[in-house]
């Protein structure tokens, strides 16, 4: 099943509702990039690129591309008031210190215990990992936007992954177009059922063991 734009759409704007005020931010590419569109006007992020740049804006309108100013994907960007402008090694440094609140990551599969594979399918042609090893160690909290299932309609949500992993335990929060799942020392929590799928259907389109919770959205 491919992804509408709106199950995208839908999957980011949900996302957009775990950032808080005030928060450092790294968006990876792909359904990530979508969540910067929902935060609301009064709630105040600023968004971090590897690249080099603390306080990136949404995308320019056509024409007003700037030629130096793109994110850690090489795409158009624009900076907000209070934006600032470093090299790539300490863009690292404020990832490797544990400064960033929340990263929002894709992922390929992630395991029971939040184990996280999303840099590489062997034999598939690869971008390079970038800087998703150092975002799902150290950032404060990890965030998955995926398809709850790969586009055979196999479970990305697996007890082992079975892909290399980007980094262990490492995630905190999934959200696919199915559900919103937590990771906890327990194991993995069901916490949300997207209309118009039922508890049941999650369950059986997620290939490890899901603790439903008491009070299901």
């Known amino acids: 099943m ?8 839908a999957i980011a704007k949900r996302a957009a509702e775990e950032i808080k005020d005030g928060m450092v931010v790294n968006l990876g ?4 990039t979508l969540v910067a569109n929902y935060i609301p006007s009064n709630i105040k992020v600023m968004f971090h690129a590897e690249n080099g740049v603390l306080g990136t804006g949404p995308a320019p309108q056509k024409g007003e591309e700037d030629a130096n100013l793109c994110n850690a994907g090489g ?7 209070g934006a600032s402008y470093f090299d790539s090694t300490l863009a ?13 990551l894709g992922a390929f599969e992630v395991s029971e215990n939040g184990d996280l594979a999303n840099w590489i399918v062997p034999g598939k042609i690869v971008s390079g990992m970038g800087g ?3 975002l799902a160690q150290k ?9 709850h299932t790969d586009k055979h309609g196999n479970p990305k949500i697996v007890r082992e992954c079975t892909l290399p ?3 262990k335990k490492c995630v905190n929060l999934i959200i696919t177009d199915m559900a919103v799942i937590e990771v906890t020392e327990q194991g993995l ?10 508890v049941e259907d999650v369950i059986n389109a997620t290939g490890a063991e899901l603790h439903v919770a008491d009070f299901v959205k």
């Open 132 to 134: 998703a090893v150092d």
């Open 189 to 198: 929590s069901l916490i949300e059922v997207k209309d118009p799928y039922t």
């Open 2 to 9: 491919g992804m509408g734009v709106s199950v995208r759409e």
């Open 165 to 167: 992993l980007t980094a």
């Open 29 to 32: 590419i792909g359904i990530p």
């Open 139 to 147: 950032a404060k909290k990890v965030i998955v936007l995926m398809n």
């Open 92 to 104: 690292f440094g404020i990832i490797r210190r544990g400064l960033l609140d929340v990263t929002i």
């Open 75 to 81: 795409i158009p960007m624009t900076v907000v008031p």
